[in-house]
């Protein structure tokens, strides 16, 4: 049997063709997704009373609390370059690298905005979302009640 030449030999990490996998990604939306919808829920369970997707505010909280001056943003982990849980992707890595830094870095900035503002912001991991929401509603507890 002839040995093979490593070059020639091309890894397919994905399943799917790039074109699904830009439909895919493209069909990913911002806001009402699943986990903020379970997070609002476990919130309103608890008796918190507050808006959601505010599209006035810099960043589109997807919680605000106004009189308190809260806001919570739900962040997925590869969205938002999660230290324990993202994954650079093997394809396009110089397109993912500098789209996840640009959200890194917009996440900075929206933070510093609302606490030079007087505002509190909470940013929940998804991961801490579909795992922690008690912690997150007792610290809501602790800071609003």
Same mark, same amino acid.
């Given at each position: 049997?002839?040995?093979?030449?490593?070059?020639?030999? !091309?890894?397919?990490?994905? #399943?799917?063709? /790039?074109?699904?996998?830009?439909?895919?990604?493209? *069909?990913?939306?911002?806001?009402?997704?699943?986990?903020?919808?379970?997070?609002?829920?476990?919130?309103?369970?608890?008796?918190?009373?507050? *808006?959601?997707?505010?599209?006035?505010?810099?960043?589109?909280?997807?919680?605000?609390?106004? !009189?308190?001056?809260?806001?919570?943003?739900?962040?997925?982990?590869?969205?938002?370059?999660? !230290?324990? +849980?993202?994954?650079?992707?093997?394809?396009?890595?110089?397109?993912?690298?500098?789209?996840?830094? !640009? %959200?890194?870095?917009?996440?900075? +900035?929206? %933070?510093?905005?609302? %606490?030079?503002?007087?505002?509190?912001?909470? /940013?929940?991991?998804? +991961?801490?979302?579909?795992?922690? #929401?008690?912690?997150?509603?007792?610290?809501?507890?602790? %800071?609003?009640?």
């Amino acid at each position: 049997m002839p040995a093979q030449n490593t070059s020639q030999i !091309k890894k397919r990490t994905d #399943i799917y063709s /790039r074109k699904k996998r830009s439909e895919i990604m493209g *069909s990913v939306r911002g806001r009402g997704t699943l986990l903020e919808l379970n997070f609002a829920k476990a919130l309103r369970k608890a008796g918190f009373r507050f *808006s959601c997707n505010v599209k006035r505010l810099p960043g589109k909280p997807d919680i605000v609390f106004r !009189k308190e001056k809260i806001v919570i943003f739900v962040d997925g982990c590869f969205w938002h370059g999660c !230290k324990k +849980h993202f994954k650079l992707p093997q394809t396009n890595q110089w397109f993912w690298e500098e789209k996840i830094g !640009k %959200n890194v870095l917009r996440d900075r +900035h929206i %933070n510093k905005f609302y %606490n030079d503002m007087g505002w509190m912001v909470k /940013r929940v991991w998804e +991961h801490d979302a579909k795992k922690k #929401i008690k912690s997150t509603v007792n610290f809501l507890n602790d %800071n609003i009640k």
